[in-house]
């Protein structure tokens, strides 16, 4: 159980387009979700924080209106990177934590490569 | 500020010796650290946790973790590593359980000799 997908894994546009990662939890409700971003031998990077029904928090030096962040139901979350330029390229993790978890344990998604030519 | 300090970039160990990956952190209060783990391309998989009680943790795949306070350090341990242990490491401190908001250490890759 527990179980946490990203789709698509891996993505290439062109600069100027906007892409749009998915992140779903599969067997569980969610109720918050988290979007990352992770440069290459890097550590992940909070950028947002996403609740059911309601505006993102997005974390300092995040672009609110480049990283747009919808989270529709308590099983999807979207990231949607607009107007991307080849500084996004990056790997976006998502983590979601259970509705009915007190523990403090994320799960996570397996991650959706975006490069940008 | 909460932060975490993992010094070894990178570590290299002989397949069935014993590992151990250093974690440091800074927080006000007590902390809610974790370990988790990341193969390459993939997303973290949660290795074990600690919130309170006893200082010694046990994990998943034979992993280990010890909680001292006095050195603010939450180290990983495993008595003997396998091929497939070889993957990114990444210590992180949470302000509190239903928080969920991780800080995470910029990570260790553990490479294993045959």
């Known amino acids: 159980g527990a179980v946490v997908s990203q789709h698509p894994s891996w993505v290439i546009c062109k600069s100027g387009t906007s892409v749009k990662i998915e992140c779903r939890s599969l067997?569980?409700?969610?109720?918050?979700m988290f979007w990352y971003r992770q440069f290459p031998k890097q550590s992940l990077m909070l950028m947002a924080t996403s609740n059911e029904g309601s505006k993102a928090t997005y974390e300092q030096g995040v672009e609110k209106d480049k990283f747009l962040i919808n989270h529709a139901s308590l099983t999807l979350s979207t990231l949607t990177v607009t107007s991307a330029h080849p500084e996004d390229s990056s790997f976006y993790i998502c983590s979601a934590s259970r509705r009915v978890d007190k523990t403090g344990e994320l799960f996570f998604g397996e991650g959706s490569r975006l490069t940008v030519l | 500020a909460q932060s975490v300090t993992q010094p070894d970039i990178h570590i290299t160990v002989s397949e069935g010796a014993s590992l151990e990956l250093r974690c440091n952190y800074s927080y006000g209060a007590t902390p809610y650290l974790f370990w988790y783990v990341q193969s390459p391309g993939q997303g973290l998989q949660l290795l074990l946790k600690y919130f309170s009680g006893d200082t010694l943790v046990q994990g998943i795949k034979g992993f280990e973790a010890e909680f001292k306070r006095s050195q603010s350090s939450f180290n990983l341990r495993k008595p003997s590593v396998h091929w497939s242990d070889a993957a990114e490491y990444f210590c992180a401190v949470g302000a509190r359980p239903s928080s969920y908001k991780l800080i995470f250490g910029s990570g260790t890759r553990l490479l294993v000799r045959p």
């Open positions: 067997d569980f409700q969610a109720t918050t």
